[in-house]
C-alpha cells in the first residue's frame, strides 16, 4: 500500500499567486484522484481451515486459488484480484456471518465452502445477495437438487458421482446385500438415500442401517451391527475423516477378512495417504482427478507439491480450475457483474487440468467424466504418492444423476 505525502508545491513556487497555487493544488489533487488504483476484484474461499475435514479443501484450497490468481497475472480488466480467505469451522452461524460480512463489503464470488449446512445456507444468501457461489468440497446433491439457484455452481464431485464407482465394483463382484454406517447429520443422510436408490437399481438390496454423531471417532458398536447383519457389503455414508477412522478399525476388526467388503463412500486421496496401503488396498474410489493421471497432471501437481509439500487431491484441483474459470470469464465479460459473469460461465466448455469439455447444466452441476480408482496393493506402489490404479473411466453422462426437473425449478 502505497503512503500518502503531503504536497510541496505551492512552497516551492513562491512567484505564483496565492489564487494561482491553490487552483494548481487542486488540479494536482484532481489528477491524483483520476490515477488512483481502480477498486480490486474482490474472491473469497471459505471453508474449514482447523477440523476434521480441513485436509480435504482447508489450506490446500487456499494454495491451489493463490496459484489460480497468480497464473491468471494477478489482475483481471486491469484490476488487481483481492483474495480473501476464512474458516467457518464447520459452524452455520460461523459460516453465514462470515459471507454476509463478504458479500456485503463487496465481494463477488465465493469458493469452497464444504459442509453442508453452511453449503445450503450460502446458496441462498447468494441468490439474496446477487452474488455468486461455486462449491468445490460439498458434496449434497441437494445443491443442485431441492435447493438449487441460479447463483450457485456445484463444481467438484457430489455424494452421487463420489459413491458411483464403489458401489458397482461391489455388486459386480457380487455384493447384492448392504448395511450402511451413516453420519447423523444432513450429508450422511443424503449420501444414504442416494446410494439405496443406486443399490437397488442395479438388484442389490439394503438390509439395515445404523449411525453415528459427528463427534464421534470410535465405531466398535456400529462395526458390530454391521458384522452381525451379515451383508455383503458395508457402505461408509460418512465424512472423508470419519471413512478413514472407521476403516481402520475395521481392518482391526477382520471384516474384509471374514469376507465382508467395505465401499468407502466418501474416501479421498489423502484419507488414502493417511491409513496407508495396508489398510486401503483394493478399495474403490470414485474421483474426477487424480495427479498421476498424464503430463498435464503430473505438471500442476509437482508444482503445487513444491508449494505446499503434498500432492492435491481433487478438490484442490478443482479449485485453481474454477477459480480461473471464474476470472476467464469476468475478462470475457468485461464486467464483473453477476448475470453476465455466469452467463459466460454457463456457455463456456470447461477445459483445465482436470476436465475436458465440461459443461455447467442448468441446475448448476458441474458435468464431467468420472474415474473409477481401485487403492494399490503395498506390493504395487512405486513411491510415496503412488497410490491409485485406474479401474475404469465413467462417460460425463453417467457420473451425475439427471437433472430433476420435479426438485429443481430451474430445470426446463
Not at 23 to 39: C, D, E, H, K, R
Not at 121 to 141: P, W
Not at 183 to 197: P, S
Not at 297 to 316: L, S
Request: some cysteine; overall charge positive.
Amino acid at each position: 500500500m502505497k503512503s500518502k505525502k503531503s504536497n510541496g508545491f505551492c512552497s516551492a513556487t513562491r512567484r505564483l499567486t496565492l489564487a494561482a497555487c491553490t487552483a494548481a493544488s487542486l488540479a494536482i489533487a484532481t489528477t491524483g484522484a483520476w490515477a488512483q488504483a481502480p477498486n480490486p476484484l474482490k474472491i473469497g474461499l471459505l471453508t474449514d481451515m482447523s477440523g476434521f475435514v480441513a485436509d480435504l479443501s482447508g489450506p490446500g484450497s487456499v494454495v491451489a486459488a493463490k496459484m489460480a490468481i497468480e497464473d491468471f497475472g494477478g489482475r483481471v480488466l486491469n484490476r488487481p484480484i483481492e483474495f480473501l480467505e476464512g474458516d467457518h469451522m464447520n459452524k452455520p452461524d460461523v459460516g453465514l456471518t462470515m459471507a454476509r460480512q463478504w458479500y456485503d463489503s463487496g465481494v463477488r464470488v465465493i469458493f469452497d465452502i464444504g459442509i453442508t449446512t453452511v453449503a445450503l445456507g450460502v446458496q441462498d444468501l447468494a441468490k439474496e445477495k446477487n452474488r455468486i457461489v461455486i462449491f468445490n468440497s460439498s458434496a449434497s446433491s441437494d445443491i443442485t437438487g431441492k435447493n438449487c439457484s441460479p447463483n450457485g455452481i456445484h463444481w467438484a464431485y457430489n455424494n452421487y458421482s463420489q459413491a458411483l464407482g464403489a458401489v458397482k465394483a461391489s455388486i459386480d463382484a457380487g455384493g447384492k446385500t448392504w448395511y450402511f454406517i451413516t453420519i447423523d447429520y444432513t450429508y450422511g443422510k443424503n449420501v444414504q438415500r442416494d446410494t439405496t436408490e443406486m443399490i437397488e437399481t442395479r438388484g442389490g438390496k439394503v438390509v439395515g442401517s445404523t449411525t453415528h454423531a459427528l463427534s464421534s471417532f470410535e465405531f466398535s458398536s456400529q462395526l458390530l451391527q454391521a458384522q452381525a447383519s451379515k451383508a455383503d457389503v458395508i457402505a461408509l455414508a460418512t465424512t472423508t475423516s470419519h471413512a478413514a477412522a472407521m476403516i481402520k478399525q475395521a481392518e482391526e476388526f477382520g471384516l474384509r477378512k471374514r469376507g465382508q467388503r467395505l465401499a468407502a463412500l466418501s474416501l479421498t486421496l489423502h484419507d488414502v495417504k493417511a491409513l496407508g496401503l495396508n489398510n486401503a488396498q483394493d478399495l474403490y474410489v470414485t474421483e474426477p482427478y487424480y495427479w498421476d493421471q498424464n503430463d498435464q497432471t503430473r505438471a500442476f501437481a509437482k508444482r503445487y507439491q513444491t508449494r505446499f509439500g503434498k500432492m492435491p487431491n481433487f478438490i484442490q484441483a478443482s479449485v485453481y480450475g474454477s477459480v480461473q474459470h471464474y476470472l476467464k470469464a469476468v475478462a470475457a465479460a468485461g464486467t464483473d457483474d453477476t448475470a453476465a459473469v455466469l452467463a459466460i460461465m454457463k456457455s463456456t466448455p470447461i477445459n483445465d487440468l482436470m476436465t475436458k469439455n465440461g459443461t455447467i447444466r442448468e441446475d448448476g452441476r458441474v458435468i464431467r467424466e468420472g474415474y473409477v480408482f481401485r487403492v494399490k496393493k503395498p506390493a504395487e506402489s512405486k513411491g510415496e504418492w503412488d497410490l491409485y490404479a485406474l479401474a475404469a473411466t465413467i462417460p460425463a453422462n453417467q457420473a451425475f444423476q439427471p437433472a430433476d426437473k420435479t426438485v429443481c425449478s430451474l430445470v426446463k
